[in-house]
């Protein structure tokens, strides 16, 4: 694994905090949390809120959009529990002293980006913390379909890493979470499966793979000057961005070449130098 601690000065209590999480120091609600743990568990926690409320509202329009009743009660059910998911996150943040429902008031979380086409890197477009794919809008069913097939799937894997967080009430919380996005990933991978017996249906759904590919790779964020290895020795991750993107690419090679879809090529470096 390499990291870039060598390049930051972390004081002597920093670095005792380290080694105390390494050797397997946890904190609980109520604790009274370090200022270096807090500050990097809040960045987290607020990311997922935001992420979990923005993909809810997102998924909303589609329970009227889709194709039959059987898959509008799924949308239902999949909205309910991004809605939920937001509710845990934004409960811890609250016992930590935030105001989630302040936030929400004075932010725009059901803003999207008018342009189908584009692609804002790493950019953030509005002052919430959501992970900036959940800017861009889901125009199609497809697109719907690759999102759980997608997104769902880059969660679960990042979300394997909080099973193991050393802040206990996010493991915890998360339990219930993963096991949710497991079954939204499931319904991606059936979806998948229906369109590749089509060839003129999963030419399109190549066509939105296309579009969708930089959008899903940067949720892992950045490995170029990353600060992730923070999380890692704080015990909030586990792995490292590339670590974690990797497994996940490998996994939905196998699954594409299944269905007939090509992975498209995807540089870090481009989206990095994207400007808006």
């Not at 604790?31 to 997922?48: A, T, V």
């Not at 889709?66 to 909205?79: C, N």
Request: hydrophobic share 35%; charged share 30%; proline share 3%.
């Amino acid at each position: 694994m390499t990291t870039n601690v060598a390049a930051r000065e972390y004081s002597a209590e920093d670095l005792a905090l380290f080694e105390e999480i390494k050797n397997g120091r946890t904190f609980d609600k109520g604790d009274e949390l370090p200022p270096l743990y807090k500050k990097h568990l809040m960045n987290l926690l607020w990311m997922q809120g935001d992420s979990e409320y923005a993909g809810a509202l997102g998924y909303m329009p589609w329970i009227e959009k889709a194709p039959d009743v059987k898959e509008k009660v799924l949308v239902a059910q999949i909205t309910k529990d991004e809605m939920r998911h937001s509710q845990v996150i934004y409960k811890m943040l609250k016992d930590l002293g935030e105001d989630p429902e302040a936030h929400i008031e004075n932010t725009e979380m059901g803003w999207k980006l008018d342009e189908d086409q584009i692609n804002i890197g790493y950019n953030r477009m509005k002052n919430d913390f959501r992970v900036n794919i959940f800017y861009y809008q889901i125009k199609y069913w497809e697109d719907f379909i690759l999102f759980n097939f997608l997104m769902d799937r880059a969660a679960g894997h990042q979300l394997e890493d909080t099973l193991h967080s050393s802040y206990t009430p996010w493991k915890k919380g998360i339990e219930g979470i993963y096991k949710e996005e497991v079954f939204h990933l499931t319904h991606g991978d059936t979806w998948i499966r229906k369109y590749s017996k089509d060839p003129e249906q999963i030419k399109f759904v190549q066509e939105r793979l296309n579009l969708w590919w930089p959008r899903v790779m940067n949720v892992f964020g950045k490995t170029i000057g990353g600060a992730n290895d923070i999380y890692v020795r704080l015990g909030l991750k586990k792995r490292t961005n590339k670590e974690v993107r990797d497994i996940f690419v490998a996994e939905i090679k196998e699954k594409c070449d299944e269905a007939g879809l090509v992975v498209p090529e995807w540089s870090e470096e481009e989206n990095l130098a994207i400007t808006l």
